[in-house]
C-alpha cells in the first residue's frame, strides 16, 4: 500500500501546488502524511455523503477538486456541513486532499478534459501566466559540463513548450586564486588558477527551483559553485487559465449546442446568440470563468464555455462572441478522471474508484 505522501507527490508533480491562486486551500487538508493508504476516492467535492461512501467502501483516501477547508476555523462542532465532513472523516482516520487551482492552471488539467471531451484540436492555455520562469546561469568546467547538464534536465530544466532539454552553452576562461583552508578541485593553493569552463543557462519553472538547486550541488564539482539566478517576466505557455482550441469541422450555433449538451452532459445551457453563422474556434474555463471573456474575444473565440455567468455579464458578449453558461459542475464534473488516470499509471495495483455521489447542489426542474 502506497503512504499518502506518495500518493501526494505524485499529484504534486503533475499540478505543484505553487500553481495555485492566492486566494486558495489546495492540498493536504486532513489526515497524517505517513498513513498507508487502502483505498481511495476521488470526488468533485467533499461533502458528508462522499465520507460515507468511503467509510462503506474502506476507503481512506478522499480526493477532491474543491477544497472543503478555505478560511481558518476556530471550532469544530458541527455547526454547518463544512465541520460535520471535517469530523467525520477524523473520527473514521480518513484522510482528504485536495488540487483545486493548481490542476485548473496546468496544460493537461481541468480545462483539458472539457478539449478531450468535445474533441477539440490545437489547444493552448488561453491567458498564460508570467512571472513563472526563472533563468539559472553557472559555470562549470568544461570536463564536467555535460553531467551538469544531464543534472539539470533531470530536475526539469530546459522545459520550453514541446521541447525538453534545452539550454545556452558558452566556453571561456574562468580564473580564481584558492585561498588557505580551500580545498580547490582543480589548480594549487596560494596561486592564480585558469580554467576551461562552459556557462550553462536553463529556463525552469520556479516550483522546481529546489530540486534543481539540489541536482546542481550534487553534480557539480567545485567546493563554491559559481551560480545566479535571475526571474522572469515572460509568460509560460504551458500554465495558465483556461483553453482555446478549434473544432475538427465548423458546425452551426445549433449544432454545436447540441454538441456541448450531449458531451459536456448539461440539462440546460444558458447562452447569448453572436453574429457569426459558424462556430469553430472555442474558448473555455471549468468552474467560474467569466474574467476570461475579453481574453477569449480578443483570441478570436467564437465561442466560450464557462459556468457562473451573471446576468449583466451576458451583455459583455456584446453580440461577438457566444458565451455557453453550462453550470459550474457540469464544466469541472469529469475532473476526476484526471486523478484516476494519474493513479492509475503511479500506482498501478492501488484501488481508486470515481464517487458515485453527485455532489453538485444545483438541481434543475
Sequence with gaps: MPLLQEIINSIEVFAPLSLQEDYDNAGLLVGNRETEIRKAIVSLDCIEKVVDEAIANEANLIICHHPILFKGIKSLTGANYIEKVIIKAIKNDIAIYAAHTNLDNVKQGVNAKIAEKLGLQNISVLQPKSNMLNLLYVYVPKSHAD????????????NLGNYSHCSFNISGEGTFWAQEGAKPFVGDKENIHTEDEVKIEVIFNKSLKYNILSNLFESHPYEEIAYG???????????????????SKEMTHNEFLE??????????????????KYIKKIAMCGGAGSFLLNEAKSRGADAFITGDFKYHEFFDAENEIMICDIGHYESEQFTSEIFIDLLSEKFPNFAVQISNVNTNPVHYY
Excluded: C, H, P, W
Design 147 to 158: 553531467k551538469v547538464r544531464d543534472a539539470l534536465f533531470a530536475a526539469g530544466a530546459g
Design 229 to 247: 539566478i535571475l526571474e522572469l517576466s515572460n509568460s509560460n505557455q504551458l500554465i495558465g487559465a483556461g483553453m482555446i482550441g478549434e473544432l
Design 259 to 276: 454538441l456541448l449538451k450531449m458531451n459536456m452532459q448539461t440539462q440546460m445551457i444558458r447562452y447569448t446568440t453572436a453574429s457569426q
